[in-house]
């Protein structure tokens, strides 16, 4: 319930919304290009976190542990990866414009609805799939920590 009310007040932010229908494929560019920066900026807040989390988690399960886990090695693979993710992140972001063009020549009365929705629906999966890392990292500490704790009995 708590998922879904999040998902509600999220699509119904000021982000999401459009004020009036859109007409032209200019106005649909401008909408969707209008809010890159910001969901460049909330993807992108969400990746500093999951690194934090990453990091963190990794030095404490070697210092505490003696076990090696979480980062890549060379260290420079994971800024690689990183780069690589915005890139891809970014021309994803670009498909929802150009799904939304496709879609006014099929659906030109449901086109702003599904716009609006595949924004959102977008934007929250895009957070989600960048706290994953940072979530399978933390579960694997936590079941390292476990079985550390309690596998040598």
């Known amino acids: 319930m708590k998922r879904l009310n999040l998902f509600a007040r999220l699509r119904g932010s000021t982000l999401c919304l459009r004020d009036a229908p859109l007409t032209t494929a200019g106005e649909v560019i401008g909408w969707w290009e209008s809010r890159r920066i910001p969901f460049n900026l909330i993807v992108g807040?969400?990746?500093?976190?999951?690194?934090i989390v990453v990091v963190v988690l990794s030095e404490a399960s070697y210092i505490l542990f003696g076990i090696d886990f979480g980062l890549p090695n060379p260290p420079m693979f994971g800024l690689i990866a990183i780069f690589i993710y915005g890139i891809m992140a970014n021309i994803c972001y670009t498909g929802g414009w150009v799904a939304e063009l496709v879609g006014r020549k099929f659906w030109?009365?449901?086109?702003?609805k599904v716009?609006?929705?595949s924004f959102?629906?977008?934007?929250?999966?895009?957070?989600?799939?960048?706290?994953?890392?940072?979530?399978l990292i933390g579960g694997a500490a936590i079941f390292g920590l476990l079985k550390h704790l309690f596998g040598n009995r």
Do not use: N, Q, Y
């Open 115 to 117: 716009a609006t929705l």
């Open 108 to 112: 030109p009365r449901e086109a702003d």
């Open 120 to 135: 959102t629906i977008g934007l929250a999966f895009s957070v989600l799939l960048t706290l994953t890392p940072g979530i």
């Open 45 to 51: 807040t969400t990746g500093v976190i999951t690194c």
